[in-house]
């Protein structure tokens, strides 16, 4: 069967469902090259029926770069590869966990609008979710297009300007963000473990040259301005790039590999009956290419 690219939002040059090709077996340079041209296209890409372990998702992952190394919190239910991070409400005794559990909390701040790893010194570029055991109802992710939403975005209510945001570094902090919806859940340990972190409010997509707006729930303030004023425009620019008319919301079926550029995408996921069903997702993520802010290299 030959690879086959199809827009799920006509018209809007965002996600695509991709068939014609088998993971489990290597995709030759002619399919990839296809498949990664499609992805800064269209930013999201869900291919079905891909059945993999973790060691073929790991090997497709790899050709789009070097692979993160997971959090802590992240590492169960026999997950063994340091590149695969699941994200479940089915613990160690692979039964439902309940609802209060510590990782539920944990993983239930992924229903907040985010990019994956804005909370580190370098973002990641990538990630690639397997959708290993999905719910019957809920559990939906949504995804936002802030390419279209940057391009349309006609200025703050505040009289602030899309110029007038050139150059301006936001602070990113997983604590903050957990914070906002389970509450003061990190040890001191994990605080000082994972510092606050510098980024560009505004990016630029380096193959496709597109800017976006860098926020979503990890993003804290904006450096230089008073606590109030940067949180009325990091709200206000959430709210803008998360409109109906930039979403796609993907209906998970079994065996789903859906990846998204965390350089133009905002996510989050839906809530389910999670002490009723079990949802058992793997995630690779695979590494940025370079701090969006030069000193936090340094």
Not at 173 to 194: A, C, M, N, P, Y
Not at 199 to 206: F, N, S, V
Not at 268 to 276: I, S, Y
Request: aromatic share 10%; charged share 25%; with cysteine.
């Amino acid at each position: 069967m030959a690879l086959d690219i199809r827009a799920l939002k006509p018209g809007s040059g965002f996600a695509a469902e991709v068939t014609g090709v088998d993971l489990r077996e290597p995709v030759s340079d002619a399919d990839f090259a296809a498949i990664e041209d499609a992805f800064h296209q269209y930013g999201v890409l869900v291919l079905r029926d891909q059945d993999i372990t973790d060691e073929q998702q790991v090997a497709f992952s790899s050709r789009f770069g070097e692979l993160e190394t997971s959090l802590g919190f992240d590492q169960y239910g026999g997950v063994i590869l340091p590149q695969i991070a699941r994200i479940s409400n089915v613990g160690e005794d692979d039964q439902i966990r309940p609802h209060d559990h510590e990782k539920s909390r944990y993983h239930r701040g992924n229903s907040l609008w985010h990019t994956d790893s804005s909370f580190k010194k370098v973002p990641a570029n990538a990630s690639h979710l397997s959708g290993r055991e999905v719910p019957p109802i809920g559990g939906e992710t949504e995804f936002a297009d802030v390419r279209a939403a940057y391009d349309s975005w006609p200025g703050s209510v505040s009289g602030i300007t899309k110029e007038e945001l050139e150059g301006l570094i936001c602070q990113h902090w997983i604590v903050f963000s957990r914070t906002l919806i389970v509450g003061d859940i990190f040890t001191e340990e994990d605080k000082k473990r994972l510092e606050p972190v510098r980024q560009a409010l505004i990016r630029t997509h380096p193959a496709t040259g597109r800017k976006v707006f860098y926020v979503g729930s990890h993003c804290q303030f904006v450096e230089g301005w008073d606590f109030p004023k940067s949180r009325a425009l990091i709200n206000e620019l959430t709210s803008w790039t998360t409109r109906p008319e930039f979403i796609y919301a993907h209906k998970w079926r079994q065996k789903d590999l859906v990846m998204w550029d965390n350089r133009v995408v905002l996510h989050r996921g839906n809530p389910w009956p999670d002490e009723e069903y079990r949802r058992v997702m793997h995630r690779t993520t695979v590494a940025g290419d370079g701090p969006t802010v030069a000193e936090a290299a340094e």
